[in-house]
């Protein structure tokens, strides 16, 4: 009896039951990956982020298609632990560490979800841009933790 296709197929299983690595963004399916705050489908990658928590399992990535959705899960789930936390720069489209970045507000700026808020790495990106759009920049706490 070969015993390779079962190994294989054990193997997968395992590595599918692992969860999510923090060290690497998670994988979002544009049209298909639903949010996990809002449920609506993430379909705009300038605006899809994740918080990855510790787990039963390992970690598990929530996604997100905005910012505040991100912002509202974590709030109503104050015991989970968070590992990491992902974004994508609104201009590159690279994922970065949001609260290694700089967000820029205007209430002109149209959101999946309302934060009018898009993200960036670089600071002077943030900078240029709201300069352009006639916004402010703040940081990740001022965006997270607003008061």
Not at 44 to 51: M, V
Request: charged share 25%.
């Amino acid at each position: 009896m070969n015993l390779r296709p079962i190994l294989a197929a054990g193997a997968l299983w395992l590595a599918g039951c692992a969860g999510e690595s923090p060290d690497q963004p998670p994988t979002v399916y544009l049209g298909e990956s639903v949010c996990a705050h809002c449920n609506m489908i993430i379909s705009d990658e300038r605006f899809a982020c994740a918080t990855v928590v510790r787990g039963p399992r390992g970690p598990e990535a929530h996604l997100f298609d905005d910012f505040n959705c991100q912002r509202d899960f974590e709030r109503s789930h104050p015991d989970a632990e968070i590992i990491a936390r992902w974004a994508h720069d609104y201009e590159t489209g690279a994922w970065f560490h949001p609260e290694e970045g700089w967000f820029v507000r205007s209430e002109d700026l149209v959101t999946p979800m309302g934060s009018q808020m898009v993200l960036f790495k670089d600071e002077q990106a943030a900078r240029e841009y709201a300069a352009r759009m006639g916004a402010v920049v703040v940081t990740f706490r001022d965006a997270h933790d607003p008061g």
